[in-house]
């Protein structure tokens, strides 16, 4: 008999405990649960995770420079390296970053590579930031860093060829500009300027070429 009864204490107790065990399982069951609004699920972190591999990607100033240099053309590693002086294995390492972030695409045409944006969105995307520090740089009454922000890529790097020395210019830093037939022209210094001049047909083919 007193064995009768302590099985009943010890009965008592496991049911005790086994109930409040299902209760605790449960509410955790209920928390974790997919329908929960408290729970975001794992797919979405992994989209954050892929957004930010792109962003990070692009997020270096000379790989936003790349990306605004080829806004509008593709280039092949030599005019890059010209356009934004820096050393060819520097900016290989750079271009190979954004390549595989899908951000650029190569094509090899003869032996040149060319590079080229694979989206217009990732110009757009980085347009829309300046948007915003154009708008910080007004509230701050900032003239200066307006113009600054502004300006445009292709008004600061060396686009142009002088038709004369070849030397590579900026439209908005040739020594002279001048528009003929049509067409506008740069040149380092008023001597290539003047020879351009006084034969116009000698050098316009040679420009054309390039
Ligand atoms: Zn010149």
């Given at each position: 008999?007193?064995?009768?009864?302590?099985?009943?204490?010890?009965?008592?107790?496991?049911?005790?405990?086994?109930?409040?065990?299902?209760?605790?399982?449960?509410?955790?069951?209920?928390?974790?649960?997919?329908?929960?609004?408290?729970?975001?699920?794992?797919?979405?972190?992994?989209?954050?995770?892929?957004?930010?591999?792109?962003?990070?990607?692009?997020?270096?100033?000379?790989?936003?420079?790349?990306?605004?240099?080829?806004?509008?053309?593709?280039l092949?590693?030599s005019d890059i390296q010209e356009m934004l002086g820096?050393?060819?294995?520097?900016?290989?390492?750079?271009?190979?970053?954004?390549?595989?972030?899908?951000?650029?695409?190569?094509?090899?045409?003869?032996?040149?590579?060319?590079?080229?944006?694979?989206?217009?969105?990732?110009?757009?995307?980085?347009?829309?930031?300046?948007?915003?520090?154009?708008?910080?740089?007004?509230?701050?009454?900032?003239?200066?860093?307006?113009?600054?922000?502004?300006?445009?890529?292709t008004?600061l790097v060396p686009l142009v060829h002088d038709p004369v020395c070849h030397m590579r210019l900026s439209p908005k830093t040739a020594?002279?500009?001048?528009?003929?037939?049509?067409?506008?022209?740069y040149f380092c210094?008023?001597?290539c300027?003047?020879?351009?001049?006084?034969?116009?047909?000698?050098?316009?083919?040679?420009v054309?070429?390039k």
């Amino acid at each position: 008999m007193k064995e009768g009864g302590l099985n009943l204490i010890k009965r008592r107790r496991d049911t005790f405990f086994a109930k409040k065990v299902s209760r605790l399982q449960h509410t955790a069951l209920t928390f974790l649960s997919p329908s929960n609004k408290f729970e975001i699920p794992n797919m979405y972190h992994h989209i954050f995770a892929l957004h930010s591999k792109v962003l990070r990607a692009m997020s270096h100033p000379k790989r936003l420079e790349i990306i605004h240099l080829l806004r509008n053309q593709k280039l092949c590693v030599s005019d890059i390296q010209e356009m934004l002086g820096l050393p060819q294995a520097n900016l290989s390492q750079h271009l190979q970053i954004l390549k595989e972030a899908n951000i650029l695409k190569t094509k090899k045409q003869g032996k040149n590579v060319y590079y080229r944006l694979s989206h217009i969105n990732f110009v757009k995307a980085s347009d829309l930031i300046r948007e915003v520090l154009v708008e910080q740089a007004q509230d701050l009454k900032d003239q200066k860093l307006v113009d600054e922000l502004t300006l445009k890529m292709t008004d600061l790097v060396p686009l142009v060829h002088d038709p004369v020395c070849h030397m590579r210019l900026s439209p908005k830093t040739a020594s002279v500009g001048i528009k003929y037939q049509g067409e506008s022209y740069y040149f380092c210094a008023t001597g290539c300027y003047e020879k351009f001049i006084k034969n116009p047909a000698k050098y316009i083919s040679s420009v054309n070429k390039k």
